[in-house]
């Protein structure tokens, strides 16, 4: 089955700058839409950003418009989340995730999942 790594996270301060990625061990079933989401210590797993197979499509939380821009390279097996403006409210374990259908902002309409990495955000 599909195996999803992300990677990039780490500490930043508060209106920096970071790009995370998402790599996938082998080529995704075509037509998965991918996604980002963050869990905070104490909170529920938050939807952050998904992107169809195409590119075309992207959707994201109302707490990261703006700033967050979701992108894919399917040629590489790859998925980022580019993140700018960030926030102390941003500081999270960031998981990437794969999904055929569903609602795009349901973490269980994802099949597959990374690991997570963590971003930490300082005032």
């Known amino acids: 089955q599909v195996q999803l790594v992300e990677s990039g996270g780490g500490l930043v301060q508060a209106g920096g700058s970071l790009r995370l990625s998402c790599a996938a061990s082998?080529?995704?079933?075509?037509?998965?839409?991918m996604g980002w989401f963050r869990q905070a210590p104490g909170k529920e797993r938050e939807f952050v950003a998904t992107?169809?197979?195409?590119?075309?499509?992207?959707y994201y939380g109302d707490s990261v418009k703006g700033r967050f821009t979701i992108s894919r390279d399917n040629a590489k097996n790859t998925v980022y989340l580019h993140m700018d403006s960030l926030k102390v409210e941003d500081t999270a374990n960031y998981y990437c995730?794969?999904?055929?259908?569903?609602?795009?902002?349901?973490?269980?309409?994802?099949?597959?999942w990374g690991q997570g990495t963590q971003v930490l955000v300082s005032s």
């Open positions: 082998g080529r995704l079933f075509s037509g998965i839409h």
């Open positions: 992107i169809s197979w195409s590119g075309g499509r992207t």
């Open positions: 995730a794969g999904g055929l259908s569903g609602t795009y902002y349901d973490p269980g309409a994802y099949r597959y």
